[in-house]
């Protein structure tokens, strides 16, 4: 079977090429290139014609083209419906803030956790996506910003977007080293954000990698009825299990959790749901992200009024809980949270 050379770090490239009889300074020269956006070997302009011969008949370069194109006419976000090689899709998004470009990625086609607030799962589960498919998301976006201005370029990451990133962890934490290497795209990992619905034990794995990522816990409820209704994945790991196991992580990688909460009218609104969540968090290194709910066609939720966020937010602000209420971006072409799909709508 070919080898995806954009899933290789620099050591596996090594390796690969002394099999192919190349030297092994040309490790870093072609990782670079791959790293950054090659998409064919003629781009490796200082790899000779031969050992580019070579590297095409033992491995291929994994890429994305961009099916479908949507620029939102409200705030800039870009959003791409990637296909891959083998037909599969995700979609990836740019999302222009002040602090720079901050790229929505997907780690799976299609999602299996079935989240009933989230249009990602309702067309079920298709396959994993590997580190180098990752990055071609990263490499499409930029290629795509550029068009309108050269000097734009993702700088922050957050995996948020179609799939469970901690069901593919393999595959995750590799990508996450390959974009964090200094030869290749170097963002910094604190500029990077992981997103899970909560897998208690890959949150207790992860926690032994220490990095310095940020961790995002889709909680959406404080307690075990509500959040079984929104969320299979508690019928697993149960309230309780997941916030020990996040209180774990604190202690053991010093790093605060963010919570996000998609505010749901008449599910998970109340006072009575925020002094439940309030008493949850009690204590924690950790910030809670309130978003009111983004529309699917497939459910009826609706946002929370305006001041039902505010009476949320302050009884969290009162127990003396960081909170903030996420602006929604994106959503005249449906890029917002909850909305990304693997095919064309």
């Keep these: 079977m070919a080898i995806d050379l954009k899933s290789l770090n620099i050591e596996e490239t090594e390796e690969l090429i002394l099999s192919l009889g190349i030297e092994k300074y040309r490790a870093k020269q072609i990782f670079e290139w791959v790293s950054k956006g090659?998409?064919?070997?003629?781009?490796?302009?200082?790899?000779?014609?031969?050992?580019?011969?070579?590297?095409?008949?033992?491995?291929?370069?994994?890429?994305?083209?961009?099916?479908?194109?949507?620029?939102s006419k409200l705030d800039g976000t870009v959003k791409i419906l990637c296909r891959f090689r083998d037909g599969e899709h995700a979609e990836?998004?740019?999302?222009?803030?002040?602090?720079?470009?901050?790229?929505?990625?997907?780690?799976?086609?299609g999602c299996k956790m079935g989240c009933s607030f989230c249009a990602s799962t309702k067309a079920g589960f298709s396959r994993n996506l590997?580190?180098?498919?990752?990055?071609?998301?990263?490499?499409?976006?930029?290629?795509?910003?550029?068009?309108?201005?050269?000097?734009?370029?993702?700088?922050?990451?957050?995996l948020m977007g179609i799939g469970e990133p901690l069901d593919n962890y393999d595959n995750?934490?590799?990508?996450?080293?390959?974009?964090?290497?200094?030869?290749?795209?170097?963002?910094?990992?604190?500029?990077i954000s992981l997103s899970t619905c909560g897998l208690v034990d890959k949150i207790e794995r992860l926690a032994k990698e220490n990095l310095q990522l940020t961790l995002s816990v889709s909680l959406h409820a404080p307690t075990n009825d509500i959040r079984s209704k929104l969320?299979?994945?508690?019928?697993?790991?149960?309230?309780?299990?997941?916030?020990?196991?996040?209180?774990?992580y604190i202690a053991v990688t010093g790093r605060r959790i963010s919570f996000e909460y998609s505010l749901i009218s008449g599910v998970n609104d109340s006072r009575y749901c925020a002094e439940k969540l309030a008493e949850l968090?009690?204590?924690?290194?950790?910030?809670?992200?309130?978003?009111?709910?983004?529309?699917?066609?497939?459910?009826?939720?609706?946002?929370?009024e305006r001041r039902n966020i505010y009476a949320f937010s302050s009884v969290l602000e009162k127990a003396k809980i960081n909170v903030t209420v996420r602006r929604t971006m994106g959503a005249d072409i449906n890029a917002a949270c909850g909305q990304l799909r693997a095919k064309k709508l």
Aim: charged share 20%.
């Design 38 to 71: 090659a998409d064919s070997f003629d781009e490796m302009t200082n790899i000779s014609k031969k050992h580019r011969e070579l590297l095409a008949d033992a491995c291929y370069i994994s890429s994305a083209e961009p099916a479908e194109i949507y620029r």
């Design 92 to 109: 990836c998004v740019a999302l222009p803030y002040e602090h720079g470009i901050s790229a929505c990625i997907s780690t799976q086609a």
């Design 130 to 158: 590997v580190p180098g498919e990752m990055l071609s998301q990263i490499h499409i976006l930029n290629k795509e910003l550029r068009k309108t201005n050269p000097n734009l370029t993702v700088n922050h990451i957050v």
């Design 172 to 191: 995750t934490l590799k990508f996450l080293r390959l974009v964090n290497d200094p030869k290749g795209l170097n963002i910094g990992m604190r500029n």
């Design 231 to 248: 969320m299979p994945v508690n019928n697993k790991y149960c309230v309780e299990e997941l916030i020990e196991a996040c209180k774990k």
């Design 281 to 304: 968090l009690s204590g924690m290194l950790c910030h809670v992200n309130l978003i009111p709910v983004n529309t699917i066609k497939e459910r009826s939720f609706a946002p929370s």
